[in-house]
């Protein structure tokens, strides 16, 4: 099996330039090499939410669910309870897992579900053409910002480490064989991973300089993975500013037993004789 395989045919509509090309080809080469270790290419499947991200759905030949907008990991969650054996990787905005489905990103975390995020952080609403996001700079001059945002990003890293996410990386869409890596580890983890993906957005907010400029790899730094404080300390030392080094690579990394693990006790669903997840639940009580 090759890349080209999971091609879907779907004519692609992203800007020429944009970063999700980049994020699209890391993770496609992650699932060839997992699939040659021996995952299986029917167990995958892909939730994304709304904006230029969700897209990636129509271009990977994966089983898919199309979301709402903010709602990603609901989905996510529900098919990870439906059938554990399945490797759910959601893919989310900033606006989307850090506007509006800010609560369900900060539960999943909190819950160690056994899921994957992905977070295409291009730091705007670029379907929309260029508003401010959780995640812009302070100071960011958009849309709906034309005199400069007056807020303070979120740390997207920190706020997941303090919000239980067992498994933190950041990638950057420059540095495909990186964050393939990071992909693969990420999928692989038991429990909650989440994956911050530095992606410019070309045509409205283009950070691609400053990534190739500013980026390391905490491999260099001899980082403890499983260091919850050294963790934080890695991620704090950048938020969203001009002028600063940039760490990427894994920030934690620990093994906790995951919420279908405590939840499910070994039973799967779809041997279950049962019309839903709230009824198996609620026979549970
Ligand atoms: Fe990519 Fe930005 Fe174009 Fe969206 S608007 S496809 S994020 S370059």
Same mark, same amino acid.
């Given at each position: 099996?090759?890349?080209?395989?999971?091609?879907?045919?779907?004519?692609?509509?992203?800007?020429?330039?944009?970063? %999700?090309?980049?994020?699209?080809?890391?993770?496609?080469?992650?699932?060839?090499?997992?699939?040659?270790?021996?995952?299986? *290419?029917?167990? =995958?499947?892909?939730?994304?939410?709304?904006?230029?991200?969700?897209?990636?759905?129509? #271009?990977?030949?994966?089983?898919?669910? #199309?979301?709402?907008?903010?709602?990603?990991?609901?989905?996510?969650?529900?098919?990870? *309870?439906? %059938?554990?054996?399945?490797?759910?990787?959601?893919?989310?905005?900033?606006?989307?897992?850090? &506007?509006?489905? !800010?609560?369900?990103?900060?539960?999943?975390?909190?819950? %160690?579900?056994?899921?994957?995020? $992905?977070?295409?952080?291009?730091? !705007?609403?670029?379907?929309?053409?260029?508003?401010?996001?959780?995640?812009? @700079?302070? &100071?960011?001059?958009?849309?709906?910002? @034309?005199?400069?945002? $007056?807020?303070? @990003?979120? %740390?997207?890293?920190?706020?997941? *480490?303090?919000?239980?996410?067992?498994?933190?990386?950041?990638?950057?869409? &420059?540095?495909?064989?990186?964050?393939?890596?990071?992909?693969?580890?990420? !999928?692989?983890?038991? &429990?909650?991973?989440?994956?911050?993906?530095?992606?410019?957005?070309?045509?409205?907010?283009?950070?691609?300089?400053? #990534?190739?400029?500013?980026?390391?790899?905490?491999?260099?730094?001899?980082?403890?993975?499983?260091?919850?404080?050294?963790?934080?300390?890695?991620?704090?030392?950048?938020?969203?500013?001009?002028?600063?080094?940039? @760490?990427?690579?894994?920030?934690?990394? $620990?093994?906790?037993?995951? =919420?279908?693990?405590?939840?499910?006790?070994?039973?799967?669903?779809?041997?279950?004789? $049962?019309?839903?997840?709230?009824?198996? *639940?609620?026979?549970?009580?």
């Amino acid at each position: 099996m090759n890349i080209n395989d999971l091609n879907t045919g779907v004519e692609n509509t992203w800007c020429p330039g944009c970063g %999700n090309f980049g994020l699209l080809t890391a993770f496609k080469q992650a699932v060839v090499e997992l699939v040659d270790e021996g995952f299986k *290419l029917k167990d =995958f499947v892909m939730v994304s939410g709304i904006g230029c991200h969700a897209k990636i759905v129509d #271009y990977v030949k994966l089983n898919s669910f #199309y979301s709402l907008h903010g709602r990603t990991l609901s989905p996510a969650t529900g098919i990870k *309870l439906a %059938n554990p054996d399945l490797k759910v990787v959601a893919f989310a905005g900033d606006g989307d897992a850090l &506007g509006e489905g !800010i609560a369900h990103t900060i539960f999943a975390a909190k819950r %160690n579900s056994d899921i994957t995020l $992905v977070l295409h952080d291009n730091r !705007i609403y670029g379907l929309t053409t260029g508003q401010f996001t959780p995640t812009s @700079p302070k &100071g960011f001059k958009g849309r709906s910002t @034309p005199q400069g945002s $007056v807020e303070e @990003p979120l %740390n997207a890293v920190e706020l997941m *480490l303090a919000s239980g996410a067992t498994f933190v990386a950041r990638g950057f869409t &420059g540095n495909i064989l990186q964050l393939k890596e990071l992909f693969k580890q990420a !999928i692989k983890h038991n &429990g909650f991973s989440f994956v911050d993906v530095l992606q410019p957005c070309f045509t409205f907010y283009n950070t691609l300089a400053v #990534y190739q400029k500013d980026c390391y790899d905490l491999l260099d730094k001899n980082h403890d993975v499983t260091d919850f404080d050294d963790a934080m300390r890695f991620a704090r030392e950048w938020n969203y500013e001009d002028g600063k080094k940039i @760490p990427t690579g894994i920030f934690y990394d $620990v093994e906790k037993p995951s =919420f279908e693990e405590q939840e499910l006790k070994g039973k799967n669903l779809k041997d279950e004789k $049962v019309a839903s997840v709230s009824d198996f *639940l609620k026979s549970r009580m």
